[in-house]
């Protein structure tokens, strides 16, 4: 069994991703399974090198240790092109040229016809003229996608339980944005699959793209795995420490003095919570 911690490089460690880190951790020891890093810099409009040390570092210092070497996405993009490749052979992508201003101001004057609950109207799925593939972003056709499983999808958590995957909830998701040539969607499922992740243990705020994730594994022929969301870090007034921009980086607190022992007991103190 294995399992892995995935921060994105956007910034300084905080209270809340150790949070998530720790139950990595905790669940890595308590299974006798594998534990590893990923640092997910697929996004380099947002993701930064020096982050991606001061993670490393961090960690360490917090006595982290992994079972397999760090796994960086920048060095992936073949394997994302591949299952993009296989997707356009599949049909089940198409190119868009929309830009958000467009796509809002779509929105704002017709009528929603299509029975997926998504914020794009589909202009590009249906303009069978455009022949554009460079600069373009790369949607999937979710309905055709869910008529080629043709099977009602699942996915488990890590008591046996199961959830229903609700296609109409996502739409046409871009699986290839036209700034990265890649999305968050596709090079997390490609790499839990490259990197045989069996679990995966993550905040409750990413529970929502479980189902895409399902999708794609699907499509892709990518074994399925078992999904833990984890409640999220409250600070002691309350409020969700899940914001990168509000919660206190670790570099802080250890210039302030704590060390790793101290830190972990606090953030054990705080607890978290479920939203519902
Ligand atoms: N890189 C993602 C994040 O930092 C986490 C991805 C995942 O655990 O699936 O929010």
Redesign the pocket.
Known sequence: MKTRF???PTGFLHIGNIYSAYQCQDWARKNHAKLILRI?DIDHTRCRPPFSQAIITDLTWLGFTWDEETLYQQSRKLAYQQALQKLKNLELIYPCTCTRAQIKKTLENHQKTYPYADPYQGTCRENKHSHATQNVAWRLNIHKAMQHINKPLYWYDYLGKKHPVHAQEYGDVILARKDIGTSYHLA?VIDDAFQQITH?I?GQD?ESFTGIHRILQALLDLPSLSYTHHGLLYAPNDEKWSKQDKAPSIQKWRSQGWDAAHIRHYIDSLGSRHEH
């Open positions: 995935a921060p994105s997910e997390v995966v993550r990413l």
